[in-house]
Each structure stands twice: as C-alpha cells, then as structure tokens.
C-alpha cells in the first residue's frame, strides 16, 4: 500500500508541471478491475477481477461529473473452518459523482472522486448434508465426495457503496490516453452470511474494501492542443547604416507560464546582442537591404510541442547625397563689379553639413555666412565673386558640400562678365544760338515809338530772311532809356509790338507768321532806345539776358509812344504802321 501511495504522490507532483491544453468536453473509459474485500477478520478477506466502465462529462479544467458501472467474479472462495465447496460471489457497482481534475488536458492529469452510489452483490456455496469423520478442513471447487449428498445456498443484496479516492490519466492524443491507475477506497455493509449446520460466513457487516482499475480513455469534443507561439517586433523598421541599434523583442504565448524559457536569436546581418526576450543588432556598416532577425523559443521542461520560431525583418536604407543649388545675382557684370553667390543645400539623410567648398574659373570666391534651417542638414549659404582683373566671358562657381557621412553633392552656376561700355563722346561745340541781324534807331523821332520808313527798310530785309530760312524764328527786344521811360509809359514794349506788327499785319504786307516771332523789352534803361532784331535758328535758344517777354494784350491801343501829356486829353490812336 505505501508503495502505491509513493507512486501516486510522485505522479501528481509531476503532473503539476505541466501545461494544460486540451481539455475534452465528455470522456468514456473501459478497463481492467480489481477489488478486494476486506471484512473484519482478514481469514476471510478474499479478491475478486472484473471490470469498470464510466461515462464523464467535464464542465471545465477542473471539474467532470462521473457515471461508473463496475463489476467483479471470484468463483473460488476459500472460507476458513467450514465444509463447503464450490463457492462464489458476483458484485455490480453503480456510482455517481463528481471527479477533480489538477492540469485537466495537459500530457498528464492526476484526479479525486467522490462517487456515491450502491452495490449489489450475490453469492452462492455448496453444503454437505452430512459431514464425514476427519478433521474440518476447507473444500474449494471440488466435486462432491460419492455417497454424500449437498444443499445449495444463494443470498442476493442491494445496500449503498461509495467510493472515495484517485487516479492518474496519460494523454496519448487528442481522442484517446490511458489511465494506469485508479485506486478507491470501497466501504460496504453487507449483511454476514448466516450457514444453518455451518454458522456466520462473515464476522462483520461493514468490509473495508479497495478497488484498482486501469484502462482506456475515449475522449471527444473540445478543442485540440493549442501550440505554442511566437510574435517578433523589431524598431526601427526602417534606417541608415549608422541609425542604429535595432532593438527585437519576443513575445511567447501559450507557453506555460510557469516555466522558464530558452531564447535564442540569429540574425542574417550586423552584430547580435543577445539579452534574454529581447536583442539588439547593430546595423554599422551593413550594406543597403533588407535583414530577417529569428527568434526561437523553447521550453526546455516539455518534451512535446515545446517550441515556437518568430522572424523581424529591417531594412538598411540607401544613404543620399545632399542636394545642393546655387544661383549668381546679378547674372552680369562689368570686370571688377561684385556678384553675390546663393548657396542652398539639404541632406536627404538629415545629416549636418560637415564641409563646403568654392572655386571659380575666373577671379576669386569668398564664403560668406551660413544659415541653418528648421530640418537637419538644411543650410543657405551666402558667398562673394570678385571679377577684378577678369575678362569679359562666362565665369563658371562651382560649389561642392560633404555630410558628416562623407557623402557629397554638387551645384554649378555662371555670372557674366561684360566689356565696359565706351566713354561717352564730348559734349558739341555750343552754338551761338541767336543772331544779331539789324536794328531800328528811334532817337530823332517825335513819336517816339511810331515806325519809320528807314525801320521799315530795315524791317522788310528781316522778313526776307525769315522767309529764305522758314524753321527759324526771330527775336525782337524793345530798348529804351530813363529819359524816353519819363515820358511815355513802357515805350520799350511798344517799340517792340510795333516792329512784331509790320511784320504780320503791316502795308508791305509781309504776312509773317506770328508764332515765328517773339517780342521782347530790355529791362535795362541805359542799352539805348532801338529796336534790335535776333535771328534764332532752328534748336537754337534766345540767351540774351535782362530781356523779358511783352505781353502785347496790355498795351493801350495807342502805340504811338506819344509823350503822357498828349495821351491825357486825346483820343485813342490807331498804332502806327
């Protein structure tokens, strides 16, 4: 018995640690039984083999509800100080309860019943009529002696039964496993059999039975085996050579959660930093690509379906050179004028700018200062060409960038240089622009602004000038001094407007066009009192200075030029002609 009981506790400490997985909804079991009967006085404890069958319905991992059946024959009973032969008995069990399950689907299950019920049983023995002479010694399944006669005797009953113990059941696959052991502790209380001639067969009405089974177990419904798993994460998914680590991790699932796991890692490029669940891979200097990281995990303390294999994959992208533009204002220039350079660059990796370089087929370039922008590796750079001494053509600037990466970009753009415009031509000898061609004396005259005939010689030899040179125009100032001025009011403006009238509207006849003459007095009184007539030819200008323009609507109707005290009480005059 204590070796069944080391077995049984062994068992159930390894089936601890195991993980559940498949747990059928209903089970049926058929297989070997074997009970022994144990009344009070062990001379008449006797065994009997049969068999056991039950149907289980489980409501969860832990819990199933039994219905067994079980039946057991022993048709060679020994009974100690009785003459009887051919003894035998036959008991059926019929039982109910519930079954405790500890890891209920896992590879191996140990169980507690309780089961409730009841046991019938029947027996049957041979009894001599008469005894012969010798001692009383059992007779077990021998015929009877001839000449002696013998009574039958048959005893059936029905009382309860229980059945309190354990077992262990072994998983062979999702339908079918075995169950090595069942053992039950089986109280009964069949009542003692009372033999006339003979006496009570049995010592007491409780027997303290135990039962063994091992069979088959048919399982059906629930869900099979649920395998072990593995899920890979990697982060970054995407980088350049020198962005790294890459940081995997694993996640297992459905594992037993109690154990613990192997991990091991593998990578199909960069260097591999193992640290249990989780890795890291550095991605210096790997070539652009895609790279697969493999997890495997394991479960070293199971020996079916104990492995689960995930993969992460990266990508090393491609670095980029920096993209680079430059641009020349103004576009030309005349040797030793300046040309300011714009430089603007970005690094498709976000890499700083390490190194900026100019050159220039002609002249120099100077770097000026650099701006950065809102995004790594953005910059605009401001530089200066000097065409000093250059000669007229195209000047090539070339601008190279290097990343911190060593990765470069170019831009290329052209100013112009232009020859210096010619000097300009000396200004044109300034030529006189008016003429002096005549003029009309008036001193002798008494009217002293009446045209007489020596003016109007004078005056037509002017009109045939302006007729023989029609683009020009003439100019004709008005002279007169304090003493004339005393007498007669403006007379250098009337002088002037008389002359302008003989030649537009006089009795020669003239007809010179108005607009080709321009009448003028002297705003000096000591030039004399004369009429002087100036030719100005075509874009020629009237420079004569101290003149001012005769504003001809405002001379009194009377040009005469006669002294105040005639004007005072006369009539107005036509002016002279």
Request: hydrophobic letters at 35%; a neutral charge; proline letters at 9%.
């Amino acid at each position: 018995m204590k070796k069944h009981l080391v077995t049984l506790v062994c068992l159930l400490l390894f089936a601890g640690r195991l993980p559940a997985q498949d747990v059928p909804k209903a089970e049926g079991y058929v297989g070997y039984s074997f009970l022994r009967f144990n009344d009070s006085s062990p001379t008449n404890a006797f065994s009997a083999n049969g068999g056991l069958a039950s149907f289980q319905y489980n409501f969860n991992q832990h819990i199933g509800l039994v219905g067994e059946f079980g039946g057991a024959h022993n048709g060679n009973l020994g009974i100690s100080g009785t003459r009887v032969f051919s003894p035998n008995q036959t008991s059926f069990t019929y039982l109910f309860g519930p079954r405790f399950f500890i890891n209920k689907g896992g590879v191996v299950s140990p169980f507690f019943e309780a089961f409730g019920g009841g046991i019938h049983n029947s027996r049957s023995f041979f009894v001599p009529n008469s005894v012969p002479p010798g001692p009383i010694a059992p007779i077990r399944g021998v015929n009877v002696t001839p000449g002696l006669t013998a009574t039958k005797f048959n005893s059936t009953e029905n009382v309860a039964a229980v059945a309190v113990g354990g077992g262990i059941d072994i998983r062979l696959s999702h339908r079918f496993g075995i169950r090595p052991i069942e053992l039950d502790y089986l109280p009964t209380n069949l009542t003692p059999f009372n033999i006339p001639g003979v006496g009570r067969v049995n010592n007491s009405n409780w027997q303290h039975n135990f039962r063994y089974s091992g069979g088959i177990n048919f399982r059906f419904g629930g869900a099979p085996p649920v395998p072990p798993r593995a899920s890979c994460s990697a982060t970054p998914a995407e980088l350049l050579p020198w962005e790294g680590p890459v940081n995997v991790s694993v996640e297992p699932a459905d594992f037993n959660p109690k154990h613990n796991l192997d991990v091991n890692w593998a990578t199909s490029g960069g260097s591999l930093t193992e640290q249990g669940k989780s890795a890291k891979v550095d991605t210096a200097g790997l070539a652009p690509g895609n790279y697969t990281i493999t997890s495997h995990v394991k479960d070293p303390r199971t020996r079916r379906e104990n492995t689960a294999t995930c993969t992460a994959s990266f990508t090393v992208k491609q670095p980029q050179p920096p993209a680079v533009a430059c641009s020349v204002s103004p576009s030309s220039v005349h040797p030793g004028e300046p040309v300011a350079v714009t430089v603007e660059g970005s690094s498709p990796n976000g890499s700083r700018i390490e190194k900026r370089s100019f050159s220039a087929s002609a002249g120099s370039v100077k770097e000026g200062e650099t701006t950065t922008g809102n995004q790594p590796g953005q910059f605009t750079t401001a530089a200066t060409l000097d065409t000093s001494n250059v000669a007229p053509g195209p000047v090539n600037i070339d601008v190279g960038v290097t990343d911190v990466h060593g990765f470069s970009g170019r831009c290329t753009t052209t100013a112009t240089v232009v020859a210096p415009p010619p000097p300009a031509p000396p200004p044109p000898a300034q030529v006189v622009s008016e003429t002096l061609v005549s003029e009309c004396d008036f001193k002798s005259q008494t009217k002293l602004a009446r045209v007489d005939n020596e003016c109007k010689a004078t005056l037509d030899d002017v009109a045939l000038k302006l007729q023989q040179e029609p683009n020009g125009k003439l100019v004709i100032v008005g002279y007169a001094d304090d003493q004339e001025g005393a007498l007669v009011n403006d007379l250098e403006s009337l002088r002037a407007a008389n002359a302008k009238h003989y030649l537009t509207a006089g009795e020669a006849k003239q007809q010179i066009d108005p607009a080709r003459i321009e009448a003028r007095k002297s705003n000096d009184r000591n030039s004399g009192n004369a009429v002087k007539f100036y030719f100005v030819p075509e874009g020629g200008t009237f420079t004569v200075k101290d003149t001012t323009v005769v504003d001809e609507n405002s001379l009194p109707r009377d040009r005469t030029g006669a002294p105040h005290k005639r004007i005072s009480g006369s009539s107005e005059a036509k002016p002279n002609q």
